[in-house]
């Protein structure tokens, strides 16, 4: 299974760390974020990694090469200047992803999620991995019933961890451009075809400076 991750946000809401670099190389605990990452896809058994991209993007690039030194083969998946959005960044790295499912993984979230698990996870159209809402996010995304059947009517919430998987027919009927992944979660949610699991360990949403501060001091205590 190939595995994407999403690393083409602007990062407003980490300026100015963001002003001049890609907020997948900011630092942590000694090494950029998307890193951590990628020795987590590896130490899984996902090797084929495609990384979209947008303003800064050839950083990355740069930074990361073709993923051999770090035991992966990575592709790259430019969109420009301007973001396509979630869906449309997938959408515009199929050629790259194939016709089996795919792992996606945000880049600006931090786990210790056991990643090799989705490799067995049974798919329609998605999977996704649900953690505990956080306190900057109380009410949750989706439902998620004992079945493993995402709803998106039950009082009981879950915070969607940006991680999944996905079969490509989530996108076939779906113009390439910019895209939101949203109404195509809600719409296979209605349709019966989205599942999902709880994950109650580590998970973090990188999303500003002090919860990048409170990641590196996570990883070096840890």
Do not use: C
């Amino acid at each position: 299974m190939k595995a994407m991750i999403l690393a083409a946000g602007r990062g407003e809401r980490m300026r100015p760390l963001t002003d001049s670099t890609p907020k997948p190389l900011l630092p942590v605990a000694g090494k950029p974020l998307i890193l951590h990452t990628i020795s987590q896809l590896v130490s899984a058994g996902f090797t084929e990694i495609v990384i979209n991209h947008a303003r800064f993007g050839q950083q990355i690039e740069d930074k990361l090469d073709d993923g051999k030194a770090f035991g992966a083969n990575i592709a790259y998946s430019p969109e420009g200047d301007e973001p396509l959005e979630t869906a449309g960044g997938i959408i515009n790295a199929l050629p790259l992803l194939g016709n089996d499912p795919f792992l996606v993984v945000n880049g600006d979230i931090a786990t210790d999620f056991p990643f090799a698990e989705l490799k067995k996870a049974s798919l329609d159209l998605i999977h996704l991995v649900m953690v505990d809402n956080p306190t900057h996010h109380a009410k949750g995304d989706f439902g998620l019933r004992s079945s493993g059947q995402l709803t998106d009517n039950d009082a009981q919430r879950y915070t969607f961890s940006g991680i999944g998987v996905y079969h490509p027919d989530l996108f076939i009927n779906t113009l390439p451009g910019k895209r939101k992944l949203l109404p195509l979660l809600l719409e296979a949610i209605a349709a019966k075809k989205a599942t999902g699991q709880h994950y109650s360990g580590f998970w973090m949403d990188i999303g500003t400076p002090e919860r990048l501060d409170e990641l590196d001091r996570h990883l070096r205590e840890a």
